[in-house]
């Protein structure tokens, strides 16, 4: 999902606040909560630069198919 959030962000198809919704998901579900969780839930839905920063600290592999059908109900 970052990739999708960092497409969205960059694309203007989604904005910072929906961002943060999602981490704030992911935080409640986490086993473990990772710096860059707490970074953009702690983040100011104004800041969509320094959210988009954060993003990129997220690991993972990208489900290429999963990506492109998410942007694909984007457009």
Known sequence: MAEYFI????EGFIDAAEVIAWTDGVV????????WMLDI???SPEDRMG??????????EV????LAALLAAKK
């Open 7 to 10: 497409r969205g962000l960059t």
């Open 28 to 35: 409640v579900e986490a086993a473990k909560t990772e710096d």
């Open 41 to 43: 839930s702690s983040a």
């Open 51 to 60: 959210v988009l920063h954060h993003l990129h600290a997220v690991q993972g």
């Open 63 to 66: 489900d290429e198919a999963a």
